[in-house]
Each structure stands twice: as C-alpha cells, then as structure tokens.
C-alpha cells in the first residue's frame, strides 16, 4: 500500500512542477462535460420546433354541393392549417412545390386533389363509396429525423380531417333534422309519439266522416238536383196550359184556405182525445189492493180504444195535408214539417199499443205504458206548436197570395212565356253541375281511402313502436336530436378524451421534465466513457523516472498509476454533474445524482485503463469499439425494445446499463431499492478489470513481450 501511494504522490508532484501539464490535466476535466452540455442544450425541446420544418400545402379542390350548401374540404383545411404552428406551411402552386422539395429546401409536400371534396360526399350522393386520398411527397435525403416528424404531421393531419369532416356532417344532418322540426321539443320518449299518433289517427277519423258527410250531401244536391231537372219538362208543359194553371192553381189555393179551418178543427179534437188519454192514465192507482186487477184492465183498453181512435184522426189530417201538397205545384215547407210531427204522434201510438199488448200485468208494465204516454203527449204539443207555425205563416200567406193572385196573373203570364227558352239553358247547367257533384263525390270516396290506407299505416308505426328493441332505439335517436348540434358532433368527431398522467415525468417542482432532461443520463454517460478514452491518450501508462520502481510488483504499479487516472476521472465526473446542475437539467436527488456520475467515471475509467494497459493499442481499439457498440444498443435514444436481439441480449452485461439507469432514477424519482441495485451492478464491472490488473497482469505482461517481437518482424506494424 505504501509503494502504490509513492507512486501516487510522485505522479501529483510531477503534475505540479510542470503547470503546462497541470493546464492541461485542467482541460481534459472540462472537455467531457463540454460534449456533454453542448448535446443536452441542442436537444432541449427539438419537438417544441417544428414550426420551423417547411412543408408545401397544394390546393387543387374544386369543391361540392351537399344538402344545397356548398362543400370546400381542400379551403378550409387550408384555413385551419394558416392558424397552426405545427409545421411551417407554404401555400403554393405544384410546380413550385415540387421543385422545391426535390432541391431539399422543402421537407415535404402535401397535395390536396381536385376530387378531394366530391369523393368524400359520393356515398351520400350516388351511394358508391371512394376515400378521398391526399398525395403526400417527403424528402428524405435532408435528415433522417425530419421525414418521421413530418409523417406523423401528416398523421395528425388526417386525424384533424377524418374529425372534422364527421362534425361537419353530423352537425348539418342534426341542423337539417331541427330545422325539419323532425321532433318538436315536447316529445322526450316513444311514449310521447306514440300519444301524438294516436292523436292523429283520431283526427283522420274525424276527417273521415267529414268526408262521408260531403259525399252524402253530394248525393242529396245531385238528387235534388235530378228531381228539378225531371220538373223542367213540367214546366215547359205548363207554359202551353198556363191559363188553365193559373185558374188551377186559383182554385187550389182558395181551396187551401177554406180547408185550413177544418184542419185546425182536426187537430183540436186530436188534442182533446190525447188529454183525455192522459187523464186516465194519472187515474191508474198502481198501489193494491186500491184497485184490482180487473178494473186496471178495463182502464187500460179504454185507453188503448181512444188511442186507436186517435191514432185514426192523426192518419185522417196527414191524409188530408198530402192532398193539399199535391193541389200545389211547388211543396210548402210547413206542411212538410207539420206532417213529419204528425207521424211522431203515430210512431209514439204504435209504441204504446205494442207496450200495452205485451206488458199490462205488473206495476213496472203500467209505469212503462204511463211514460209512454207521456211521450204521445209531448209529441202532441209539438204537432200543436208546428201547427201555430203553420197558421201563423203558411196560412197568412196562403190568404195574402190569393188576394194577390188576381194582379199577379198577368205577370205570371209573361213570366211563363220567357220561361220557355230559359229551361232549355237551365237544364244545360244543372247536367254540368250534376257531373261536377259526382266527380266530388269520387273524389271524397279516393281520400276516404287514403286515409284508410294512413290509419293502417299509423297502427303498424305504432305497433313497432311498441316493441321494446325499437322504443330503445328510437329514444337514444330523440335524446340525440334534442341535444345542441355542435355538442353532439364534437363528440362524435372526438368520441374519447385521452388524459395523460405522467409517472417519473415531472421534476420536484411539478413542471414537465424537457426533453433534454430526458436526454441528459445517455450524453452525461457517454461524456464520461469519452472523457477516460481523452485520458488514456493524453497520460502515459508506463511509470518512468521514478526512483526504484522497477523493483516494484506489477499490481502495485497497476494500483500506483491508476490513483491518477482515478482522481481525474472522478474530478471530470463532478465538474460534469455539477455543469448539468447549472444548465437546469432536472433532477430530484442532487446529492445521488452528482455522486451517480462520479462512481460512473471511476469505473468507467478502470474499465478502459486495465484494458488499454493489458493490452495496448488493441486495448485502446476495443475501448473504442465497446463503446460505439453501447451507444447503439443500450436504449439511450431508443427503446431497448426496438432494437436487434442481439443488442437487447448484449444491453444488461454492458457498463452503461446501470449508469444510465442510476441517473434516470436521480432525475425521475426513486423506485424502491433500484438505485441500489444499479450501483451494485455498476461495481461488478470492476471485478474483470481487477482481475486482468490484479491477477493477470504479469501473464499478460509475458504474452504481450512475445506478440511485440513477431510483430517486430513484420518491420511494418509498430
């Protein structure tokens, strides 16, 4: 121990009587955190600059029209890309952007076709489905990072676009469906229409017997009409005999009048009789034993007598009204309606003879024969009220038009002689009409049946309805319509929000770890393993001018020089560790962190000073080569995952694997006893180097001795 100190202390007062050595020992200590500084800073947040990559946007869209509106999908992907600071667009013609890209000014070109908007809208319009296509042209001999950062630009691109076209379209079918008014706002559920269709269909009923009632009102207008067309022949006769129709009808009407007293007579005893009938009837004691059976009976066919004899009378004046109607040319409307009450009276009769025939026996048999009779009653005053109808109007009239007969004769007569040549045109007219009366009543028949046929159709919409399968998909559709249009189609374009939790992503402070902090373990590693090579060529190996070292053994003068290399090492990897400190890398545990790269330098540095010193220039080769090979395969830059096998198989056994490791855990944060773990298999890549300086070194020493003299001979390699 006390030699390899010697040998120690010798070399630091060499070190010190020479300050151009010492200046530059001073340099190799900075020199591997300067590479390592330089590579952190540039690469701090590279993806936060890509708006600096320009790429050509080539707009040939002619556009379409959808839904009436025109549809531009080329100008507005245009539009929103001049508001986006992804990539540094260029908006340009082809030619120019083609030439561009070839000469490598440009990263790529993203070419929008003529067709683009139409083949988008084709399945909606002719139902053949073509995916618009964007042509996309990179320059790949300008970088190799750069076409992977544009392709997954032009990914997001299409994300962007497939996104807004289905909002586009969702939201103008929801627009369109609203403005339809496809579902008002009251209806919330199947339930809800399936009321509105009922409501409906009772509607349809009703316009249904709207219907039935205009056709038959066509029916009795045609009629009426046949029936005053089958009269102008009459007319057309009376015109030949209208003296002897005038005196006739003079004669009728003073017939009229003298008749019309012994008509009020007529009704004045019908009236009696019914009284009489109705006296009776109050003096049937229904309570036994007041009246037997025998007495009611006899009660009973007296009434039923007087109802026959009234029933008579009735008959005898609608006879005698039918007489007076056909002296007259042209019906009175009040004989009309007195006859209709007088056949009431008659109907009312026959119901209470049938009841008094059939049921007499019991108390409840006698009430029904009482109300009955009643009902005649009733039916009596309305005779007598239609009758003062007619003796007050009709009656009056009839007087007043025979004293007026006389001065209207003549009249008439000229009248009648016009009349010839009018029922020729009239008779014309009323065959239009009649032809126009039954093309309506065909055509209320047709929508009779069109409403039919949309009843059914109403009943088997509202039996689907009612199928569970259906009323859930038909609920989801109403909950989707009644939502705002641009909610729904931004979630449709966007159905899922992707949140991001990080873990081991943020520094102590909460804030994103950049890029360069995620980059700073791999440059910080390979700093150290450049900064022992730097040593090993600048620092001789071979201890001479020391007084007596020859006698020392091998390992001491392996452990002696190597304090040197040591110290050097550890005192790089502090001025490195605290350099990342000032250029902000990021880091939880300082302490470990600076502690991390040291131990790191110090292995790392008796890794290549054992076998550059067993070995010499071959030595110093494979150091060089081994470290190459760990650049590559220890999933500095890429996932370990991505790699070849044979690197993912190498990757554990290789000194930077748990350097980096140590680091990460520094930087992200401490995962149980990993940094342990790390550091113990950071240290057992001492134990080959030991081994070869230790153990093997005075083997080595004799198989070198005879390489060098064979080598000797070839006069060429030194």
């Keep these: 121990m006390r030699k390899i100190l010697a040998i120690f202390i010798y070399d630091l007062k060499q070190i010190l009587k020479n300050p151009a050595a010492a200046f530059v020992l001073f340099g190799l200590a900075f020199i591997p955190g300067l590479y390592a500084w330089l590579n952190i800073d540039s690469n701090w947040n590279p993806y936060e600059n890509t708006g600096k990559l320009p790429i050509a946007i080539v707009n040939k869209d002619k556009g379409t029209v959808i839904l009436e509106k025109n549809l531009n999908i080329g100008d507005s992907l245009v539009d929103s890309l001049k508001s986006n600071n992804a990539m540094k667009w ?67 691109i299409e994300n962007t676009l497939d996104q807004n076209i289905v909002n586009a379209l969702i939201y103008k079918s929801l627009c369109t469906a609203q403005g339809m008014k496809l579902f008002v706002k009251n209806i919330k559920s199947t339930d809800d229409i399936i009321d509105r269709l009922n409501e409906g269909k009772e509607s349809i009923y009703d316009l249904k017997s709207i219907f039935n009632i205009m056709r038959l009102i066509s029916h009795s207008i045609n009629n009426s009409l046949g029936a005053i067309r089958n009269l102008l022949p009459a007319v057309n006769s009376l015109t030949n005999t209208s003296k002897e129709g005038l005196n006739n009808l003079q004669g009728t009407i003073k017939s009229v009048k003298d008749l019309s007293g012994d008509l009020e007579s007529a009704l004045a005893s019908i009236e009696s009789t019914g009284s009489d009938i109705v006296k009776i009837a109050k003096s049937l004691d229904l309570n036994a034993p007041k009246e037997n059976a025998a007495i009611l009976s006899k009660k ?35 004989i009309t309606a007195l006859q209709k009450e007088l056949q009431k009276v008659v109907n009312e009769i026959n119901d209470a003879q049938t009841v008094i025939a059939n049921n007499r026996q019991t108390k409840e048999d006698i009430q029904k024969i009482n109300g009955k009779l009643k009902d005649i ?46 029922t020729t045109n009239a008779d014309a007219s009323l065959a239009s009409l009649m032809k126009a009366l039954g093309n309506t009543k065909d055509l209320t028949n047709n929508l009779e049946d069109v409403c039919s046929n949309l009843q059914n159709d109403i009943v088997k919409i509202i039996d689907s ?108 990897g502090f001025i490195l560790a605290v350099g990342d400190l000032i250029l902000k890398v990021q ?132």
Aim: hydrophobic share 45%; proline share 4%.
């Design 90 to 156: 260029y908006f340009t013609e082809e030619k120019d952007a083609r030439e561009k890209v070839t000469k490598s000014e440009f990263y790529g070109e993203i070419d929008i076709p003529a067709d683009f908007s139409k083949n988008l809208v084709s399945i909606f319009q002719s139902g053949e489905i073509k995916s618009p296509e964007l042509d996309f042209y990179i320059n790949q001999k300008r970088n190799a990072i750069a076409p992977v950062i544009v392709t997954k630009a032009m990914e997001t």
């Design 300 to 334: 009973i066919d007296e009434i039923n007598a007087k109802l026959s004899s009234n029933k008579k009378r009735v008959q005898n004046v609608q006879s005698f009204l039918g007489n007076v109607n056909d002296r007259i040319p042209l019906k009175l409307k009040g």
């Design 465 to 572: 309805l009612g199928e569970s399968k259906t009323r859930e998909i038909f609920d989801k559709v109403v909950n989707l319509i009644q939502n705002d249009p641009v909610d729904v189609a931004n979630f449709f374009s966007k159905p899922v929000e992707a949140e991001e939790n990080d873990i081991y992503g943020r520094d102590k402070y909460g804030n994103q770890l950049s890029y360069g902090s995620k980059m700073a373990p791999f440059c910080t590693v390979l700093a150290c393993w450049i900064g022992c090579v730097l040593l090993i060529t600048i620092i001789k190996l071979e201890i001479t001018g020391m007084e007596g070292v020859e006698k020392f053994k091998n390992y001491q003068k392996f452990l002696g020089r190597f304090a040197i290399f040591a110290l050097m090492a550890v005192l790089q």
């Design 377 to 422: 009653k009733n039916q009596q005053k309305g005779v007598a009220d239609t009758y003062k109808t007619y003796k007050n109007d009709i009656k009056k009239n009839i007087e007043d038009a025979s004293d007026k007969g006389g001065k209207s004769m003549a009249m008439m007569s000229g009248l009648l002689n016009e009349m010839d040549g009018t």
């Design 587 to 718: 880091v939880q545990y300082p302490f470990y962190f600076i502690l991390s790269i040291m131990m790191t330098s110090f292995v790392f540095m008796l890794f290549v000073y054992s076998i550059v010193l067993s070995f010499g220039r071959i030595g110093l080769a494979f150091s060089v080569i081994f470290l190459v090979l760990q650049i590559a395969g220890t999933g500095g830059t890429f996932p370990v995952e991505m790699l070849p096998k044979p690197y993912q198989v190498a990757l554990p056994i290789t000194p930077f694997y748990p350097a980096l490791n140590l680091m990460r855990e520094t930087i992200g944060g401490f995962y149980g006893n990993y940094y342990l773990k790390y550091m113990l298999i950071l240290f057992s890549h001492t134990i080959i180097p030991l081994l070869l300086g230790l153990i093997f070194r005075t083997p080595i020493i004799h198989m070198l001795e005879k390489v060098d003299k064979e080598l000797e001979k070839t006069a060429m390699i030194v």
